[in-house]
Protein backbone atom coordinates (compact mmCIF):
# COMPACT_ATOMS: atom_id res chain seq x y z
CA UNK A 1 0.00 0.00 0.00
CA UNK A 2 1.50 3.60 -0.86
CA UNK A 3 -0.09 6.59 0.55
CA UNK A 4 0.33 10.16 -0.02
CA UNK A 5 0.88 12.70 2.59
CA UNK A 6 1.14 16.62 2.07
CA UNK A 7 3.57 18.80 3.27
CA UNK A 8 7.34 18.11 3.70
CA UNK A 9 9.20 18.33 7.34
CA UNK A 10 12.68 18.51 8.21
CA UNK A 11 12.60 15.35 9.37
CA UNK A 12 12.02 13.93 5.79
CA UNK A 13 14.43 16.12 4.26
CA UNK A 14 17.56 13.69 4.72
CA UNK A 15 15.11 10.80 2.65
CA UNK A 16 14.57 13.20 0.13
CA UNK A 17 18.35 14.34 -0.52
CA UNK A 18 19.46 10.65 -0.90
CA UNK A 19 16.45 10.09 -3.41
CA UNK A 20 17.57 13.59 -5.11
CA UNK A 21 20.96 12.31 -5.52
CA UNK A 22 19.91 8.84 -6.16
CA UNK A 23 18.42 10.55 -9.16
CA UNK A 24 20.57 13.27 -9.97
CA UNK A 25 22.99 13.01 -13.33
CA UNK A 26 25.19 15.09 -11.65
CA UNK A 27 26.85 13.15 -9.02
CA UNK A 28 30.60 14.83 -8.57
CA UNK A 29 31.03 17.82 -6.82
CA UNK A 30 33.99 19.89 -5.63
CA UNK A 31 32.61 20.02 -2.21
CA UNK A 32 29.66 18.83 0.72
CA UNK A 33 29.17 22.67 0.13
CA UNK A 34 29.11 22.96 -3.46
CA UNK A 35 26.97 19.36 -3.15
CA UNK A 36 24.20 21.12 -0.27
CA UNK A 37 23.91 24.39 -2.80
CA UNK A 38 22.94 22.25 -5.91
CA UNK A 39 20.14 20.49 -3.61
CA UNK A 40 19.41 23.28 -2.47
CA UNK A 41 18.93 25.44 -5.91
CA UNK A 42 16.50 22.26 -7.02
CA UNK A 43 14.08 22.34 -3.83
CA UNK A 44 14.42 25.58 -1.68
CA UNK A 45 11.51 27.20 -3.89
CA UNK A 46 9.50 24.32 -3.24
CA UNK A 47 9.92 24.02 0.71
CA UNK A 48 9.96 27.91 1.45
CA UNK A 49 7.18 29.41 -1.07
CA UNK A 50 4.51 26.77 -1.11
CA UNK A 51 4.90 23.75 1.36
CA UNK A 52 1.75 23.28 1.16
CA UNK A 53 1.86 21.68 -2.42
CA UNK A 54 4.84 19.57 -1.37
CA UNK A 55 3.80 15.42 -1.40
CA UNK A 56 5.57 12.14 -0.15
CA UNK A 57 4.75 8.87 -0.87
CA UNK A 58 5.26 6.13 1.69
CA UNK A 59 5.04 2.68 1.79
CA UNK A 60 3.35 0.56 4.65
CA UNK A 61 6.37 0.66 6.59
CA UNK A 62 6.34 4.33 6.80
CA UNK A 63 9.51 4.94 4.18
CA UNK A 64 9.60 7.39 1.86
CA UNK A 65 9.04 5.82 -1.82
CA UNK A 66 9.04 9.60 -3.52
CA UNK A 67 8.05 13.04 -3.37
CA UNK A 68 6.78 15.78 -5.51
CA UNK A 69 7.16 18.94 -4.70
CA UNK A 70 4.80 21.36 -6.56
CA UNK A 71 4.41 24.86 -7.52
CA UNK A 72 1.06 26.69 -8.72
CA UNK A 73 2.31 29.28 -10.29
CA UNK A 74 4.94 29.32 -12.76
CA UNK A 75 5.38 33.24 -13.39
CA UNK A 76 6.01 34.03 -9.75
CA UNK A 77 8.20 31.48 -9.19
CA UNK A 78 10.58 32.80 -12.43
CA UNK A 79 11.52 35.24 -10.08
CA UNK A 80 13.55 32.67 -7.86
CA UNK A 81 14.80 31.09 -11.13
CA UNK A 82 15.43 33.49 -12.76
CA UNK A 83 18.90 34.09 -11.17
CA UNK A 84 19.73 30.51 -10.34
CA UNK A 85 18.34 28.70 -13.78
CA UNK A 86 18.32 30.71 -16.82
CA UNK A 87 16.90 28.32 -18.44
CA UNK A 88 13.97 28.54 -16.62
CA UNK A 89 12.63 31.29 -18.48
CA UNK A 90 12.90 29.66 -22.53
CA UNK A 91 9.33 28.70 -21.83
CA UNK A 92 7.89 31.63 -19.99
CA UNK A 93 5.51 32.26 -23.11
CA UNK A 94 3.95 28.76 -22.42
CA UNK A 95 3.20 29.50 -18.20
CA UNK A 96 -0.55 31.07 -19.25
CA UNK A 97 -1.78 27.65 -20.62
CA UNK A 98 0.50 25.61 -18.30
CA UNK A 99 0.78 27.91 -14.81
CA UNK A 100 1.83 25.09 -12.45
CA UNK A 101 5.26 23.09 -12.29
CA UNK A 102 6.69 20.29 -10.32
CA UNK A 103 10.11 18.82 -9.23
CA UNK A 104 9.37 14.45 -9.26
CA UNK A 105 11.71 11.75 -7.62
CA UNK A 106 11.35 8.44 -6.93
CA UNK A 107 13.70 6.07 -4.87
CA UNK A 108 15.51 3.70 -7.41
CA UNK A 109 14.17 0.70 -5.77
CA UNK A 110 10.01 2.05 -5.68
CA UNK A 111 10.45 3.20 -9.67
CA UNK A 112 7.90 0.87 -12.02
CA UNK A 113 5.15 0.16 -9.28
CA UNK A 114 3.04 3.17 -10.14
CA UNK A 115 4.69 6.01 -7.29
CA UNK A 116 5.45 8.80 -9.60
CA UNK A 117 2.12 8.40 -11.38
CA UNK A 118 0.37 8.93 -7.98
CA UNK A 119 2.04 11.71 -7.06
CA UNK A 120 1.30 13.26 -10.30
CA UNK A 121 -2.12 12.01 -10.15
CA UNK A 122 -2.98 13.33 -6.01
CA UNK A 123 -0.90 16.77 -7.00
CA UNK A 124 -3.21 17.40 -10.47
CA UNK A 125 -6.33 16.97 -8.15
CA UNK A 126 -4.96 19.47 -6.46
CA UNK A 127 -4.31 21.64 -9.29
CA UNK A 128 -8.19 21.01 -10.35
CA UNK A 129 -9.76 21.99 -7.12
CA UNK A 130 -7.87 24.76 -7.85
CA UNK A 131 -9.23 25.41 -10.96
CA UNK A 132 -5.34 25.84 -12.34
CA UNK A 133 -5.31 25.17 -16.37
CA UNK A 134 -2.52 23.18 -16.78
CA UNK A 135 0.97 21.91 -15.45
CA UNK A 136 4.40 21.42 -17.10
CA UNK A 137 7.54 19.84 -16.57
CA UNK A 138 10.72 20.57 -18.07
CA UNK A 139 13.34 17.64 -19.26
CA UNK A 140 16.08 16.39 -22.07
CA UNK A 141 14.56 15.60 -24.87
CA UNK A 142 17.35 12.33 -24.91
CA UNK A 143 15.63 11.68 -21.21
CA UNK A 144 14.00 8.72 -20.23
CA UNK A 145 12.26 10.44 -18.22
CA UNK A 146 9.96 11.81 -20.83
CA UNK A 147 7.79 8.45 -22.06
CA UNK A 148 7.23 8.54 -18.20
CA UNK A 149 5.97 12.05 -18.54
CA UNK A 150 4.09 10.71 -21.83
CA UNK A 151 2.35 7.89 -20.24
CA UNK A 152 0.77 10.52 -17.48
CA UNK A 153 -1.03 12.35 -20.28
CA UNK A 154 2.11 15.04 -20.83
CA UNK A 155 1.48 15.32 -24.30
CA UNK A 156 2.30 19.17 -25.43
CA UNK A 157 6.01 19.32 -26.00
CA UNK A 158 8.19 21.71 -27.07
CA UNK A 159 12.01 21.96 -27.25
CA UNK A 160 14.05 24.95 -27.80
CA UNK A 161 17.66 25.65 -27.30
CA UNK A 162 20.32 27.54 -24.87
CA UNK A 163 23.57 27.67 -24.88
CA UNK A 164 24.01 24.47 -27.22
CA UNK A 165 21.54 22.44 -25.19
CA UNK A 166 18.29 21.39 -25.54
CA UNK A 167 15.39 21.19 -23.79
CA UNK A 168 12.40 19.66 -23.98
CA UNK A 169 8.98 21.56 -22.45
CA UNK A 170 6.01 18.79 -21.44
CA UNK A 171 2.67 20.28 -20.93
CA UNK A 172 -0.53 18.45 -19.48
CA UNK A 173 -3.81 20.43 -19.73
CA UNK A 174 -6.26 19.76 -16.74
Same mark, same amino acid.
Given at each position: ?????????????? !???? *??????? =?????? %?????? &?????????????????????????????????????????????????????????????? !???? *??????? =?????? %?????? &????????????????????????????????????????????????????
Amino acid at each position: MIRIQSGVNLSEMA !AIKE *IFFASST =RQDFAS %SEEREQ &FFCNWTDYYTKQCPHDNLIARDANNHVLGYLMGCKDSVRASLYYSEKNPSYSLFADQFADFP !AHFH *INCHPEA =RGIGVG %SLLISH &FIQRLRKDKIAGVHIVTSPSADNRFFYAKNKFDFQLIRERKGHSFLFMGRKL
